[in-house]
């Protein structure tokens, strides 16, 4: 399994970002794909799920400002970011699991792959 994700950059708050995550190497449409995120000296962090039955979660730091987009044809998991705050500052990471059961959504380690990450900057 491969997860390719793209789409960091550096925007003044307020700002949107698109990240796009890329996967190869499975049965796309049977995994639960999810997005965190690492500020520097912090811990990895919950963003988005979307488990492969189509229920999407949002941690509520982003609600509201945060959209999942999956697309089985392509492979891809996209997230869209609108209204970023310096506190979305970090590296985004997506996520990928076959078999992750509900209780273990936000936890990442209990995901078994994982993309490089892509770094997001919000400038004040």
């Known amino acids: 399994v491969q997860l390719q994700a793209s789409g960091g950059g550096l925007v003044p708050a307020g700002g949107s970002l698109r990240l796009s995550c890329a996967a190869s190497g499975l049965t796309f449409s049977r995994y639960t794909m999810a997005w965190f995120r690492q500020a520097p000296g912090k811990e990895r962090e919950f963003v988005a799920v979307?488990?492969?039955?189509?229920?999407?979660y949002y941690a509520d730091s982003v609600k509201g400002r945060v959209a999942l987009y999956r697309v089985n044809a392509k492979n891809t998991v996209d997230l869209q970011m609108n209204s970023l705050k310096p506190d979305d500052t970090a590296v985004y990471y997506c996520a990928a699991d076959r078999s992750i059961i509900s209780g273990q959504l936000t936890t990442p380690r209990a995901y078994d792959h994982w993309g490089q990450g892509t770094q997001v900057t919000v400038s004040s």
């Open positions: 979307n488990r492969w039955s189509g229920t999407t």
